[in-house]
């Protein structure tokens, strides 16, 4: 059984900047690629970016351009996504996600929930005005 582990979340003022990652139980080279979102209190879960492993391709949700960075180690088997200049909306949980099945260029497909085969159990990450 495929399990993705997050971790990094924490407490940070405003202007902060934290780096999550997520790390597989297998390799990564048996996804396609692998996605980020992530959930505030009373909200629905929202894409954050991902990263399609053929042609290193990145997608961002415009809350997160030019802010998050989402990176991979195949080595480690583990995805990155380094956040900067936070902001108190950028409180939530942080979840991981990846897929074994496609390899599509769409932004579309990556940042839909239902593209993705395995999920993280998510970290929280606070940031304080």
């Known amino acids: 059984q495929v399990q993705l582990v997050e971790s990094g979340g924490g407490l940070v003022q405003a202007g902060g900047s934290l780096r999550l990652s997520c790390a597989t139980s297998g390799p990564i080279s048996e996804f396609t690629g692998m996605g980020w979102f992530r959930q505030a209190p009373g909200k629905e879960r929202e894409f954050v970016g991902a990263l399609r492993w053929a042609g290193s391709r990145l997608f961002y949700a415009d809350s997160a351009k030019g802010r998050f960075t989402i990176s991979r180690d195949s080595r480690k088997n583990t995805v990155y996504l380094q956040m900067n200049s936070l902001k108190p909306e950028d409180t939530a949980v942080y979840y991981c996600?990846?897929?074994?099945?496609?390899?599509?260029?769409?932004?579309?497909?990556?940042?839909?929930?239902?593209?993705?085969?395995?999920w993280g159990q998510g970290t929280q990450v606070t940031v304080s005005s």
């Open positions: 996600a990846a897929d074994r099945t496609s390899s599509s260029v769409s932004y579309s497909y990556w940042s839909l929930e239902a593209t993705y085969d395995y």
